[in-house]
């Protein structure tokens, strides 16, 4: 297989991505399962976006800032927000269904989130994901010059030194396709990482299947630094419900007046801070996961009911349907809920048009570190960051002189050396799945001491080596591919936490309780390439 680029990923960075070069290049949209099944298509809040006079460029700029606790990179966050106009009059041009209001300046319903000082949430209802990334695929599955390839998971990057050649160059990548099971070489000058986070390293999580920080692991492999890992985002509001599996209840309902309470119907946010039910998500889910441990429950409530129901059915159908589905009817009942593992704000070190430290390799959305979202992501900036950085990656790679007759000569991937997988193998691999998810929840959840860190580090440890030898002894298979990449990026979770003597913004450790009065990001640099691609 011959690209021009190769995308990893199917999210709205990988579609933003590969729209904007669909004209001048020949494209790969590389998925592990359907293009429907990333974390962007399950987003309901919407994008943040300056789209009122009222508000303004600095005003965003200074929200986002707060929000990141100081830890921001202040050049990243105004080149982002300022281009953010422009990428939702992009989206709007290509006919995403926005919730209307023609009262509204854009002639568009904007809503505000924790965090944020104005009305800029422009969105679709409350499924704004679903509306923008089924807009964009069909768009991408109409367009001749871009090759969907759903089913196939990438195993490895090939680069220059992998292949004994000069130079750090990434050309292409390994996947396996999953209906074959068939590894094939996917040949490109140029390759984009925009698989995701790594939500699935926890237990309890909002993120799909696909979260498995492939894109991470894979960049951090080939001697790519990454940053801010420590910084995991916990969402405060997971609907609470045996079989209601990673259902989100967005922050938006929060900004429509929504409160929470404890069991009795106390309310108990102003407590914790002056701005309550709008305060940033780290601080609500602290003081969340601090009332559960403090009084021995297993859920508080988000009270919506006071509005009603045609706005609930207006703003919010999606919720409102699916707790239906579990007997919950939010216009007269509160929606039990808990904090679960959300967004990984740090990730693989960018400059802002997605280049990684390899020549020909990028990183976007939620795969990337581009220091906009600091110590703690502010609310619907993670859309936009996809649409802003997957354009500016798309003009780089144009502008790349790298040409077609620069491509090196790539061999097949070689399974000569390893066997099937036994039974005993298989569950092993269950059991080390299990294992690391509850060990990252105990140990490196929401509230942090050495003591656990060490704990998780010692046994990610052997873990990681255990998984390491499976690789190198069998052939690959999803659920092999996916350990090992949790197990990387577990690690790097925990190395970034151990070397945060402080808290801040999402890590909150007990034994050091106070904010450095120097906020620095913490990057860590591979001491080598650890795995062999051929």
């Known amino acids: 297989m011959n690209f021009d680029v190769a995308i990893v990923g199917s999210g709205l960075a990988g579609l933003s991505v590969a729209l904007n070069l669909a004209e001048t290049r020949r494209v790969a949209l ?11 298509d399950r987003a309901q809040g919407g994008i943040a976006a300056v789209l009122d006079s009222a508000d303004s460029i600095d005003e965003h700029v200074d929200d986002t800032l707060v929000a990141g606790g100081s830890l921001c990179d202040e050049a990243a966050t105004r080149f982002i927000v300022e281009h ?59 367009h001749p010059n871009i090759t969907v390839l759903e089913e196939h998971y990438a195993i490895d990057l090939i680069t220059s030194d992998r292949l004994g050649l000069p130079g750090q160059r990434c050309h292409g990548l ?11 070489t996917i040949q490109a000058p140029h390759t984009v990482l925009a698989t995701g986070g790594t939500g699935k390293v926890y237990l309890y999580t909002t993120n799909p299947d696909t979260a498995t920080g492939d894109g991470i692991a894979m960049a951090w492999s080939v001697g790519c630094r990454v940053a801010n890992m420590e910084f995991i985002q916990f969402h405060p509001t997971c609907l609470f419900h045996p079989y209601a599996k990673s259902f989100l209840i967005s922050e938006a309902v929060r900004g429509e007046g929504g409160v929470l309470r404890l069991p009795d119907g106390t309310r108990f946010m102003p407590a914790h801070d002056e701005r309550a039910e709008l305060a940033p998500r780290d601080i609500i889910a602290r003081a969340i996961d601090f009332e559960i441990k403090k009084r021995g429950i297993d859920c508080v409530y988000l009270d919506i009911s006071h509005q009603p129901r045609a706005f609930l059915e207006e703003h919010f159908p999606t919720i409102l349907a699916r707790c239906a589905e579990f007997g919950i009817d939010i216009a007269k009942e509160p929606i039990p809920v808990v904090p679960a593992a959300h967004y990984t704000c740090g990730g693989v070190v960018t400059d802002l048009a997605g280049r990684t430290d390899r020549p020909g390799l990028y990183a976007v959305g939620e795969t990337a570190y581009t220091g906009l979202h600091g110590a703690n992501r ?16 798309a003009q780089a790679i144009e502008a790349d002189g790298y040409s ?10 070689d399974e000569n050396r390893v066997s099937d997988p036994d039974e005993e193998v298989v569950v092993a691999l269950a059991h080390n799945w299990d294992e690391l998810r509850r060990l990252m929840w ?10 656990r860190l060490a704990r998780a580090r010692h046994r990610i440890a052997l873990l990681r080596d255990e998984i390491h030898e499976y690789y190198a002894n069998f052939k690959v298979s999803r659920d092999l591919l996916e350990l090992r990449n949790l197990v990387d990026v577990a690690s790097l979770i925990v190395e970034s936490a151990c070397s945060r003597h402080e808290s801040r913004g999402l890590h909150f450790s007990r ?24």
């Not at 140990?443 to 003591?451: A, E, L, M, N, S």
């Open 30 to 40: 590389i998925a592990k399962r359907a293009v429907s099944e990333g974390a962007s």
């Open 84 to 142: 953010g106009r422009a990428a939702i009059e992009w989206l709007i041009e290509e006919s995403v269904p926005f919730t209307r209001d023609v009262s509204a300046e854009l002639g568009f319903h904007l809503t505000r989130e924790g965090g944020h000082s104005h009305r800029r949430i422009i969105h679709a209802a409350d499924a704004t994901g679903h509306a923008v990334v089924t807009t964009l695929y069909e768009r991408v599955r109409r």
């Open 174 to 184: 390994y996947a396996l396709d999953l209906n074959s099971g068939r590894t094939v």
């Open 511 to 534: 034994d050091w309780p106070e904010t450095l009065p120097k906020a620095l990001p913490t990057v860590l640099t591979p001491p080598a390439a650890r795995r062999t691609t051929l």
């Open 378 to 393: 502010l609310a619907s900036n993670s859309l936009l960051e996809c649409l802003v950085i997957g354009r500016a990656a």
């Open 404 to 413: 077609n007759g620069c491509r090196a000569e790539l061999p097949d991937w």
């Open 442 to 451: 105990n140990y490196v959840g929401i509230v942090r001491t050495d003591k």
